[in-house]
């Protein structure tokens, strides 16, 4: 059967139709998420990735595509860590630990994604995987002895962190364990950060080192096959993102920067770090809308409350306001603005006075299960 309406429709005319549609229709361009997460105390917020594979080692896509995906994904800086002994590719295509590198960094150059040289130097446990990036000549790892692997890479002048220590195919319980063997490498100068996240996994024992030891924390995605595949941004999923404040948008500043430790984990909606750089984020990305407030005692209002956070923030009340009564938990959900009700208790003040409530931001860690104390600032006259 045929539609007869269609079929009476002449058919020159459908033809110059569709031809007109498809020589306007513009080409689909890719799109970019940038992560909301803003510049704080001077520096450069970068969102980085420091771990991932290609076919190169046990990967499964080939280095271009690894840039690409980082600018979609709203990165500023990755570094591309192939295995340097695990190769099971290897019969498609031989061991060359420098050639991921090579090619992806015309790719990165082209849409500004910093490429950073590296490499994972793969053990058994312990010490367990480390990467070395920053790296000149990734091939000089490939060393008989581990502790040479390292010291190759120290050479090079290397930043040097310590893989998924509580990965489960080394530690079948996934509870991260400190060896002598990394005491060792802590004491020489040869471990200047931790994984406190790799991939899905936080590890508690890792984020504790880094603040026991001074060391950087970092969150990477490990990721082997293409990112969507691990995470799906359809879903609202993100792979972990290491935030680096840096003093410059380059290879240099983020060295720099990681060697100072000044960085924090960015890991589903958590963001992990220290007190100073997590008490900046929320202030930069929280405002108290219409915050001068004129109550009687016992009075109610509506405080408007706006994240311009992509991270939406749990807060629960840390001490109770000496004028305010303000409820024991609020959400702020990102990029939005929320009412938040406070009455007026009956201490009286005589003229417009700072208000503080003091909360405490449960998805903000600055240890484990430690919330990073905030406060919403308002001014105000309570009456009698
Ligand atoms: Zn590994
Ligand atoms: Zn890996």
């Keep these: 059967m045929i539609d007869q309406k269609f079929y009476r429709f002449p058919q020159a005319l459908l033809l110059a139709i569709f031809a007109s549609v498809l020589s306007s229709a ?14 704080v105390l001077g520096y450069h917020t970068l969102k980085c990735d420091f771990h991932m ?12 595509v690894r840039p690409i995906e980082a600018w979609r994904d709203g990165l500023d800086a990755i570094s591309i860590t192939d295995h340097i002994e695990y190769q099971p590719h290897r019969g498609d295509i031989p061991t060359k630990h420098d050639r991921p590198y090579e ?3 015309p790719t990165a150059d082209n849409n500004h994604v910093i490429l950073i040289r590296g490499s994972e130097i793969t053990r058994a ?17 490939a060393t008989d002895k581990w502790e040479d692997a390292v010291q190759a890479a120290a050479d090079q002048g290397a930043f040097i962190f310590w893989n998924h220590p509580g990965w489960t195919g080394q530690q079948p319980d996934g509870v991260a364990r ?8 802590l004491e020489k100068g040869l471990l ?9 996994s936080y590890y508690p024992e890792a984020h504790r080192w880094c603040l026991e030891h001074g060391l950087a924390m970092l969150s990477n995605s490990d990721v082997h096959p293409p990112i969507d595949h691990s995470f799906e941004p359809m879903s609202g999923e993100h792979r972990p993102v290491t935030l ?7 290879a240099e500043g983020i060295h720099e920067a990681l060697s100072a430790a000044r960085t924090a984990v960015y890991h589903q909606d958590k963001i992990i770090g220290k007190e100073d750089f997590l008490q900046a984020i929320f202030d930069a990305t929280v405002t108290v809308k219409f915050s001068e407030i004129d109550l009687r005692a016992g009075q109610t209002t ?24 303000s409820p024991g938990s609020i959400t702020l959900p990102a990029g939005k603005s929320v009412l938040v009700r406070v009455k007026a208790k009956n201490n009286a003040t005589a003229e417009p006075t700072e208000i503080a409530l003091d909360y405490e931001v449960e998805n903000l860690l600055v240890a484990p299960d430690e919330g990073c104390p905030v406060t919403l600032k308002l001014k105000g006259i309570i009456r009698e």
């Design 26 to 39: 513009p080409a689909k361009a890719m799109d970019r998420s940038e992560i909301a997460i803003p510049d």
């Design 53 to 64: 594979h290609t076919v190169f080692s046990d990967g499964l896509v080939w280095p271009t």
């Design 103 to 105: 090619i992806a960094k």
């Design 125 to 141: 446990m312990p010490p367990g995987h480390i990467n070395g990036i920053f790296l000149t000549d990734c091939s000089a790892l």
């Design 178 to 185: 400190w060896y002598e063997e990394h005491s060792m490498l």
């Design 192 to 200: 200047h950060g931790i994984e406190v996240v790799n991939h899905t």
């Design 244 to 250: 680096v404040f840096s003093k410059s948008r380059d």
């Design 302 to 325: 509506n405080l408007q409350v706006h994240n311009a956070c992509e991270v939406p923030y749990r807060l629960k009340l840390r001490e109770a306001s000496e004028f305010l009564e």
